[in-house]
């Protein structure tokens, strides 16, 4: 039953905005750090944000510093990333992931992963 789906990928021009989800169940999110991934053909497997269970503090990749949001909804276990000012180099599978303790950026210490959710940016 522990699973991540993640939902709100699509199409979008640049500029545009998008805002993806992450339903957990089988855990609840206040005991959790999690993170959202991004992975692009031919290229490394990024995280581009991450937040912390208890503090609720929440870190960027540089790439997407100003433009993407991080948030969660304890209530709902879901957690949200709010993308705005959409570039073509956004384009990726998104991915959630979630793991005990505190957000890190190594990839191996999340314990669980969505299966991903396709966004594109493109004229």
């Known amino acids: 039953q522990l699973q991540l789906v993640e939902s709100g990928g699509g199409l979008v021009q640049p500029g545009g905005s998008l805002r993806l989800s992450c339903a957990a169940s089988g855990f609840a999110l206040d005991s959790v750090a999690i993170g959202w991934f991004r992975q692009a053909p031919g290229k490394e497997r990024e995280r581009v944000s991450c937040?912390?269970?208890?503090?609720?503090?929440?870190y960027y990749a540089n790439s997407v510093k100003g433009r993407f949001t991080i948030s969660r909804d304890n209530a709902k276990n879901t957690i949200y990333l709010q993308m705005n000012s959409l570039k073509p180099e956004d384009t990726a599978v998104y991915y959630c992931?979630?793991?005990?303790?505190?957000?890190?950026?190594?990839?191996?210490?999340?314990?669980?992963w969505g299966q991903g959710t396709q966004v594109a940016v493109s004229s």
């Open positions: 992931a979630a793991k005990r303790g505190l957000c890190t950026t190594l990839s191996t210490r999340y314990d669980y």
């Open positions: 937040i912390n269970n208890n503090s609720g503090v929440t």
